[in-house]
C-alpha cells in the first residue's frame, strides 16, 4: 500500500520568509510523487511531480521539492512566500500498483500574513 | 486542448434523494476516475476506469453509489439514496493511456454537493 503523511496541518509564515511544508510517504515501491494546490473555491492544480529522474523538483511559482529515498520525505519549498500562496497544500503518491490513481495526504493549510 | 468537464457545478439535495454528476474527460484520455472531497480532507478515490472497464471500486459505497462509462467517454456518479454524509466536492479527473512517464491526473472544477 502506498501512502503519505503530512506532517503538519497548518502553517504560518510571514510574507517573505521562507517556506516549509513536510511530508512523509510509504511505498513498497518506486512511488511518483506529487504536491497539489487548492486555493479557496478553486480547483486542484499540480505544482510539481517526481518520477524517478532528479531529486530536487522544481515546480510552479517558485517552489520545489526534494526526493529524499533514506529519510522516505518529499517536502515542499518556496524561498519567498507571497500572500497569494496562502492555500491549501497537498501531498500526493502514485504509482503503477495501484493503477496510478492518486492517494492524497489530509492537506497542510499554509497562512501568509503581512 | 480542453480541460476535463463537470456538471453541475453545485447541487442541493435533501437526504434521500437521488442525483447524478457527469463529466466528460479530455479527449484521448482512456483513463478516468472519480474522488470524493469532504470538506477539510484531501480527495479520496471513489472509482478508476480503462476505457469502459471498472479498474478499482473498492472504496465506492456500492450500496447507494453507482458509476458507468458506457461509451468509454463520459462518465456519470450517482447517488441514490444521498444522506447527509455524502455532502462533499465530487472530483472527476483524467489521465492519458497507461504507461505515461508521469501518471498526471488532471483536475475538473468538480461538483459541490450539500445534502440537508
Known amino acids: 500500500a502506498q501512502s503519505v503523511t503530512q506532517l503538519d496541518s497548518h502553517v504560518s509564515v510571514s510574507e517573505g520568509t521562507p517556506v516549509l511544508l513536510r511530508c512523509n510517504y510509504s511505498s513498497s515501491y518506486s512511488p511518483s510523487l506529487f504536491w497539489y494546490v487548492q486555493h479557496p473555491n478553486k480547483g486542484l492544480q499540480l505544482l510539481l511531480k517526481?518520477?524517478?529522474?532528479?531529486?530536487l523538483v522544481k515546480g510552479i511559482n517558485g517552489f520545489e521539492a526534494e526526493f529524499k529515498k533514506s529519510e522516505t520525505s518529499f517536502h515542499l519549498t518556496k524561498p519567498s512566500a507571497h500572500m497569494s500562496d496562502a492555500a491549501e497544500y497537498f501531498c500526493v503518491v502514485s504509482g503503477s500498483n495501484s493503477g496510478y490513481a492518486l492517494n492524497f495526504g489530509k492537506g497542510t493549510s499554509l497562512l501568509v500574513t503581512p | 486542448e480542453a480541460g476535463v468537464a463537470q456538471s453541475p457545478r453545485y447541487k442541493i439535495i435533501e437526504k434521500r434523494q437521488s442525483v447524478a454528476f457527469w463529466c466528460n474527460p479530455i479527449s484521448g484520455h482512456a483513463t478516468l476516475y472519480w474522488y470524493q472531497q469532504i470538506l477539510g480532507q484531501g480527495p479520496k478515490l471513489l472509482i478508476q476506469?480503462?476505457?469502459?472497464?471498472?479498474?478499482?471500486d473498492s472504496q465506492l459505497p456500492k450500496d447507494r453509489f453507482s458509476a458507468e462509462r458506457l461509451k468509454g467517454v463520459d462518465s456519470t456518479l450517482k447517488i441514490q439514496p444521498a444522506k447527509l454524509e455524502d455532502s462533499a466536492v465530487y472530483l472527476c479527473?483524467?489521465?492519458?493511456?497507461?504507461?505515461?512517464?508521469?501518471?498526471?491526473?488532471?483536475f475538473g472544477p468538480g461538483t459541490r454537493l450539500t445534502v440537508l
Open positions: 479527473a483524467s489521465r492519458l493511456e497507461q504507461g505515461s512517464s508521469y501518471n498526471e491526473q488532471f
Open positions: 476506469f480503462q476505457n469502459n472497464g471498472v479498474v478499482d
Open positions: 517526481y518520477t524517478s529522474a532528479a531529486t
